[in-house]
């Protein structure tokens, strides 16, 4: 059995204790990447009405992304878009976002964020939104990038005729992601050998 901590409130938490804590959540950071496949296999089987499950259209996007030359940190964020589908029924982007954020660009991040009104284009008339709502981003920096996502990899993932490659094609590239954070207050806290410095 690990030792514990002892103390009942966090201010009277000591060094010991954080000796104790450390290694836990540096075992727990490392085994990340297979709790985020695992949910993503939640996935598999849920149509949720659509085309292809919500795993194929997961698969689908980052194929697409793949095939068209984009970088692993992208690829990753088009297969992890959509995870918060089963979390956040009314803000699955914001999940998504949460998990990235340590990982990826500013530009990515925002990306994600913010995919779901841009792909509200392609719907929103139909369920009495404004389908214009990303209009509101027109001068970010970031929304021809998130217009470019929708349009040329997450909007055409719903085809079951698609190519779609294996989950275990990305696991790879999602571990080699999520072995260090860019972006993390706790960055500084990590063993040296962990934080890559």
């Not at 340590?102 to 990515?108: A, D, M, Q, T, Y």
């Not at 970031?142 to 719903?158: G, S």
């Not at 992601?177 to 860019?182: E, F, Q, R, T």
Request: proline share 6%.
């Amino acid at each position: 059995m690990n030792a514990r901590a002892t103390f009942k409130r966090m201010e009277e938490s000591t060094r010991e204790d954080w000796a104790c804590i450390l290694p836990e959540a540096m075992a727990m950071a490392k085994s990340l990447p297979d709790r985020v496949l695992d949910h993503l296999r939640l996935l598999d089987g849920d149509h949720g009405g659509f085309p292809v499950d919500r795993l194929t259209h997961s698969l689908q996007t980052a194929t697409l992304a793949l095939r068209d030359g984009r970088d692993e940190e992208y690829v990753v964020c088009a297969l992890l878009h959509d995870i918060g589908d089963t979390l956040g029924s009314f803000n699955h982007p914001d999940i998504a976002a949460a998990i990235l954020k340590p990982f990826v660009s500013e530009e990515n991040l925002w990306m994600v964020q913010h995919h779901g009104i841009f792909q509200g284009y392609n719907f929103f008339h139909h369920i009495g939104l404004d389908r214009n709502m990303r209009d509101m981003f027109r001068d970010h920096p970031h929304y021809q990038r998130a217009a470019e996502f929708v349009e040329r990899y997450d909007n055409p993932a719903f085809d079951p005729a698609n190519e779609t490659l294996p989950l275990s094609h990305f696991e790879p590239m999602l571990r080699r992601l999520m072995a260090v954070p860019k972006n993390s207050v706790y960055k500084a806290a990590l063993p040296v050998e962990k934080a890559g410095a």
